[in-house]
């Protein structure tokens, strides 16, 4: 609550509660407010400011009951020490808001992922509208918005995402208008990039899954790069662990190499983990592979087959970078053929090629079986101590430096990679190799020479000839994929590229699938069908033609999916579709709607503006229906007629209205779209505009007879008497009966008396009867004549009834007239409040006008922050108050009284003094 005037003592307010809400059950008053039957009174402290607000508690009731829609109406009344400025009337409206929709995020939790927020279970209440959804990061508990913009429904996982949570608060109202904001659960952690969607360990195109000691076998990683163009990978980007089982034993059996000849740890567990040899070089999306080795080596058994199988598996402890789970446990199985022949079976001779020392070729004949020994007979250690000797004894006679070199070239036929050193004897370089039996006879002279032996021995060994080279396997079934051409306009052709990973050995049909977005194909254009990929090809277009129609409609598009077919495998999403989209080329049909002008007083034109959206290529006619509430339009006016909209998009429609002369209600002017050719008619509200139409001929304001004082007197005099024998309260009720004819807004007080209550008004005849016994029945007999005027429509006065008595404010108190003589007349003797014949004397601006009232009228105009306006409006009445006003500033009860109707503070009770003022200058008129 809010009062005008500074609170010297406490003040009591009363409230009159209605509504369909109960007391009680719905709602109850706090402290300080006390309820009986519907009323509720509140005292504002004593030393409360002016204009301060004190607040009047209430609580309304959280029950299982609905009780939606519901209503608490709290009034505040007048009273003798309230006087209403404004009309002051609350009305609370009780909404139910019994529970929540439920949210949940959804999606895959991983970097460039796209998630969404979906509804998965409905409010109680009704789900009403979304406002708006907020995306949340989560990090060590820690909540962080991310600002992607209102209403955001999706959003797609960024760098700074990974290894934290995302959470959404939805916010929005529900279907009983109460605002509602939901958090959901946290999802996390986000994961990184998987860099890879179909890693599997394929053979090399050379090097065999089955060869013999001394050969080398050959396996690559390959895999469908999935991280975006241009990304570097780190250590731990592309690492995969590479497990080794069989029946051949690493590093004795065979050892295992990168393509950079860097051997691969293999732990007690038989596995090791390897890294993209391309670690740190930026690498595009699509397939690339890396390389590694396995080395059979030579053991000197005589034994047979042995097996590696190799298996790519899960890498220990890697979150961040994985691959698809589907290619863990992948694995090829590589055999070393064994040794099978003894020893003793060395018959056949080779041809064997040596590079001298100036990296010339030169044929040497020697006794070798079999085909060229393994280079597991030579180690490097083995190799640097020969040529080791070979340089310390290059030059020494009679042949140091000769049986040395020709040891190395012995040891090259195994290790032909490892080059012979420079001649340096004095004789022509040797070209025979050194043979075992030779290095036996230096073996009794020296120990130095056995393990020369022991490796011319190994070298010596015959070997089991290689069986022919098995046919390569089939290449594997290409993958393919689709991308999209760029978007057209309908009427032109959609194409669409499939691509394979590698080339087919045959034609291959693939079969796919085509669907839209939109109206744009004609019946045969979607549905399956198949196209070709040729033998040695890598891509194979589609063509898909869309229709040129002349209908104005969205764009949409038009979309090829891969589906599965023998031949060829299907990438994985979203490499399996591709979409094109359509833009459609056909003009735009207008929508039209209307808007209204501002209100106007009758015989002004009411104006309309139609507006075209979007603004048609030339003048477009529209119909539309004038209609009217009251009788303001111009003859012809209402009905049927066209408006012609230009290109530019808008068009004014004005309707004339008549200045009649007749009092009458306000009004309005409306007009409506029709349906017509070439146009839309746009929803409501928007097809319909209404103009309100003022009625400017003079009548009886609302308070113009019956006064807001002269109405709380004579309740005053009803509540003082309602009791009293012979009729005196049902006299004053139906005065108040009479006068709620003008105030309908005021309710009749409770009836009280000991008859049933009266039903008929009060005459005027009978006021002035009463009046010839007491002074106090003149106002209420002018009133009376006053609404009997203005019920016969013969009403010439402007302000009757308002007269205050002097040094009264407010309403009569419960004292009031005590003693009557004869039926129905009034004689009282001692009214308090100067209430009484001799209390009355003449009607002047003393009278009319109280101090207090002439003090506010002056504070009101140092009002100056309500602009000059405002301080002008009440200067003038101040001057009216002192009797100096001329007929530049008089203010009129008719301008009080219109500005205390249209609910203006302070004027209620200047339009009463001035009602005063006029009709004692009327009476002194009338006397002289």
Excluded at 398 to 404: I, L, S, T, V
Excluded at 622 to 633: E, L, N, P, R, Y
Excluded at 752 to 759: F, I, Q, R
Aim: proline share 7%.
């Amino acid at each position: 609550m809010q009062i005008t005037q500074a609170v010297s003592q406490a003040l009591a307010v009363t409230v009159t509660v209605t509504g369909t809400a109960t007391h009680g059950t719905d709602y109850s008053f706090g402290d300080g407010v006390t309820y009986a039957n519907g009323t509720a009174t509140f005292t504002i402290p004593a030393g409360t400011a002016r204009f301060g607000k004190v607040f009047f508690p209430f609580t309304v009731a959280d029950d299982s009951t609905s009780d939606n829609g519901e209503t608490i109406i709290l009034t505040i009344d007048d009273t003798s020490v309230v006087n209403l400025g404004t009309p002051s009337k609350l009305t609370i409206t009780v909404t139910e808001d019994t529970g929540k929709a439920t949210f949940e995020v959804q999606g895959t939790l991983r970097l460039w992922e796209t998630l969404t927020v979906a509804r998965i279970a409905d409010d109680p209440d009704g789900n009403g509208t979304i406002r708006s959804y907020e995306w949340i990061q989560v990090f060590n508990g820690r909540r962080i918005t991310q600002k992607t913009g209102a209403s955001a429904t999706t959003y797609t996982l960024t760098q700074d995402d990974v290894g934290k949570g995302i959470s959404v608060n939805a916010h929005y109202t529900d279907g009983n208008g109460n605002k509602v904001a939901f958090v959901t659960p946290t999802i996390s952690p986000v994961l990184g990039p998987r860099r890879s969607t179909s890693d599997f360990i394929a053979p090399s195109a050379y090097g065999d899954l089955t060869a013999p000691e001394g050969d080398r076998g050959h396996f690559a990683i390959v895999r469908n790069v999935i991280a975006p163009t241009g990304i570097v990978p780190s250590s731990n980007d592309y690492g995969f662990q590479l497990c080794f089982t069989g029946t051949a034993t690493p590093n004795v059996d065979y050892s295992v190499t990168n393509h950079s000849n860097h051997p691969l740890v293999i732990g007690p567990d038989g596995c090791s983990m390897a890294n993209d040899s391309d670690q740190g070089t930026a690498r595009p999306a699509g397939f690339d592979r890396t390389n590694f080795y396995i080395r059979y080596l030579r053991d000197g058994e005589t034994e047979g087959d042995e097996t590696i199988i190799v298996t790519l598996a899960r890498p220990v402890g890697t979150l961040l970078y994985g691959h698809d789970e589907a290619s863990y446990g992948h694995s090829r199985t590589f055999t070393i053929r064994g040794e099978v022949q003894a020893e003793a079976q060395r018959d056949a001779v080779t041809q064997v090629s040596a590079k001298d020392g100036n990296g010339g070729d030169t044929d040497t004949s020697d006794t070798k079986t079999g085909n060229p020994p393994p280079a597991s007979c030579v180690s490097d250690a083995q190799w640097d101590r020969v040529a080791g000797y070979y340089d310390a004894n290059a030059n020494k006679s009679p042949n140091y430096g000769a049986n040395w070199y020709r040891v190395l070239i012995a040891y090259r036929l195994a290790r032909p990679e490892k080059a012979l050193p420079n001649w340096e004897g004095a004789t022509a370089r040797p070209t025979a190799a050194f043979t075992a039996e030779e290095a036996e006879e230096g073996e009794k002279l020296w120990s130095g020479w056995t393990p020369v032996r022991e490796v011319l021995e190994c070298l010596e060994k015959p070997q089991t000839p290689a069986p022919p080279p098995a046919p390569p396997p089939p290449p594997p079934d290409p993958e393919l994929s689709l991308s999209a051409g760029s978007a057209v306009d309908e009427g032109g052709g959609a194409s669409f590229t499939v691509h394979a990973d590698s080339a087919p050995g045959a034609d291959v049909t693939v079969n796919v699938t085509i669907t839209q977005s939109g109206d744009y194909l004609d019946a045969p254009g979607a549905g399956t069908r198949t196209v070709t990929l040729a033998a040695g090809a890598t891509t194979a277009s589609i063509d898909v033609a869309t229709v040129n129609d002349s209908a104005d409609e969205p764009d949409g598009s038009v979309s090829v999916s891969l589906d599965s077919g023998a031949g060829y495998m299907v990438a994985s999403s979203p490499n399996d579709t591709a979409s094109v989209a359509v833009r459609d080329d056909d003009e735009p049909v207008s929508e039209i709607s209307i808007s209204a002008g501002g209100d106007v007083a009758e015989g002004a034109a009411a104006s309309f503006t139609v507006t075209a959206s979007p603004a048609p290529a030339s003048a477009l006619d529209i119909d539309v229906t004038v209609a009217q509430s009251g009788d303001f339009a111009a003859s012809g006016g209402t009905g049927s007629r066209t408006v012609t909209v230009p290109a530019s998009g808008s068009a004014t429609l004005t309707v004339a209205t008549e200045d009649d002369g007749a009092d009458e209600p306000d009004g309005s002017i409306s007009v409506s779209i029709d349906g017509g050719a070439g146009y839309t008619v746009a929803s409501p509200p928007g097809d319909t505009a209404t103009v309100a139409v003022r009625d400017d001929d003079p009548a009886i304001a609302i308070g113009v007879c019956v006064s807001g004082t002269q109405w709380k007197t004579v309740k005053g005099y009803y509540d003082a008497n309602a009791n009293k024998s012979p009729n005196y309260g049902a006299n004053w009720y139906r005065v108040l009966i009479a006068y709620r004819s003008e105030h309908t807004h005021r309710a009749l007080p409770d009836w009280t008396g000991p008859t049933a209550a009266p039903t008929a008004a009060y005459t005027a005849e009978e006021a002035e009867d009463g009046e010839a016994s007491w002074s106090g029945w003149t106002p209420v007999r002018e009133a009376l004549e006053c609404l009997e005027r203005a019920n016969d429509g013969t009403s010439t006065s402007s302000v009757i009834g308002g007269i205050t008595p002097t040094g009264q404010s407010g309403e009569v108190g419960a004292t009031n007239p005590q003693t009557a003589t004869g039926s129905n007349r009034w004689n009282p003797q001692t009214a308090p409040g100067g209430f009484g014949p001799d209390a009355m004397p003449g009607f002047a601006a003393g009278s009319c006008v109280s101090p207090q009232l002439r003090s506010e009228a002056v504070a009101r105009a140092n009002e100056t922050w309500h602009g000059p306006a405002h301080v002008e409006r009440w200067l003038r009445v101040a001057q009216t108050f002192s009797g100096g006003a001329n007929d530049a500033t008089v203010v009129t009860p008719a301008e009080a009284s219109f500005r205390a109707a249209a609910g203006q503070p302070g004027w209620l009770p200047v339009a009463d003094a001035l009602s005063c003022m006029e009709r004692q200058s009327l009476r002194e008129a009338m006397s002289r």
